[in-house]
């Protein structure tokens, strides 16, 4: 059967006058100028990885174990590639330290506008205390350092999978693409951490009824994760149509990161729109197969009391007394859920998700 890869959406390469200005948008401050000389010279060098399309400037040949061993694979892949492969080594080692991942979904942070640290901090906080208290190492993962730091990005992604599955690579190939300046990309780092934690505990509020935009773009990234194909070769990169053959079908079909691994998740926010945040991201981490923490795991969203009781202090005091023992209780019902699956007295149901495309 001959596979049609359709084509016409992009719009194509920019003129030179255009990639000049976008290149140099990165250079405004007057301090740049005594440099412009060099600057022209590093500005033609990125022209022409831009025109060549040079996304992998650094390669080396895949090697044994691959599909395709000649294949020039990124480097930078390689080595994200083997930090996750030893990550998965020491969380499979009973002897290791249980090790929860926090992550903390506002993008509000006080180095930068408005100067201020979140509501969403301060429960992450809260977590951290109890699973101290509970002997269990925490990542504390602050997503509202894509808002300010410097050059940190995660970016968007592609839906690969949409195509085929295998295009989805485990982990994420599609980044760094050194040809259209898409580096910095902190998922390389993330994925590493996902796959080293024990248990993963989500704090995020509400933003116009979804998660917010830095959480919402590391969720999409963890697809791969959720049956990523690991062997790039097998669909000679991001190849559309070799992404449907056999050989690359049946690389697409093993879920990547273990599914024995619990998840508690507190949303809050002020107005309406907390739990069809919170049933979502539920949805999403049972698709993935982790382990929902029980009754008081995915915590109700009793913060929205907080605006309507503004007014009355006495009693937001009491909604918020409740909002932030109630986040103690998530993460007291994950720790007593980890302990309980590390140690063999809880097992994990069978495993029910499959790959859609390998139907």
């Avoid at 600057?39 to 060098?45: C, H, P, S, T, V």
């Avoid at 499979?92 to 509501?119: F, Q, V």
């Amino acid at each position: 059967m001959t596979t049609t890869v359709r084509k016409g959406q992009w719009t194509g390469t920019l003129e030179r006058v255009a990639f000049s200005r976008r290149f140099r948008n990165a250079f405004v401050d007057p301090a740049f100028r005594s440099e412009d000389a060099a600057l022209d010279k590093l500005e033609a060098i990125a022209w022409d990885a831009y025109v060549d399309g040079r996304k992998a400037p650094i390669t080396r040949k895949a090697g044994r174990g691959f599909a395709d061993p000649d294949y020039d694979l990124s480097v930078d892949w390689f080595e994200t590639r083997e930090r996750l492969l030893q990550a998965q080594t020491v969380w499979a080692d009973p002897k290791t330290k249980t090790r929860a991942l926090l992550i903390c979904g506002s993008p509000r942070n006080d180095g930068t506008c408005p100067g201020e640290i979140s509501k969403t901090f301060r429960l992450a906080g809260l977590v951290s205390e109890v699973l101290v208290e509970e002997k269990i190492e925490v990542d504390f993962l602050d997503l509202s350092q894509l808002t300010s730091d410097y050059g940190r990005h995660i970016h968007p992604c592609k839906g690969c999978v949409s195509t085929a599955m295998p295009l989805c690579h485990w982990p994420c190939s599609c980044y760094p693409n050194h040809s259209l300046d898409q580096v910095n990309d902190w998922m390389a780092e993330i994925y590493e951490r996902w796959v080293a934690a024990h248990a993963v505990i989500l704090v995020t509020p509400a933003h116009w009824y979804q998660p917010p935009a830095p959480l919402k773009l590391m969720i999409d990234r963890l697809v791969c994760a959720d049956g990523g194909n690991p062997d790039p070769t097998s669909t000679h990169g991001k190849d559309a149509g070799q992404g449907q053959g056999d050989r690359a079908r049946a690389a697409g079909t093993i879920r990547s990161i273990s599914p024995s691994r619990v998840y508690g998740l507190v949303v809050h926010g002020d107005v309406a729109g907390i739990e069809g945040s919170r049933r979502a991201l539920s949805d999403w981490l049972d698709w993935m197969g982790l382990i929902d923490a029980g009754d008081l795991g995915p915590a109700r969203p009793l913060h929205r009391l907080l605006r309507a009781l503004r007014h009355q202090p006495r009693q937001r005091s009491i909604a918020t007394r409740r909002c932030r023992e109630e986040t103690r209780n998530v993460a007291r019902a994950v720790a007593r859920v980890t302990r309980a699956l590390r140690s063999g007295e809880l097992r994990p149901k069978p495993e029910t998700w499959r790959n859609l495309d390998a139907k």
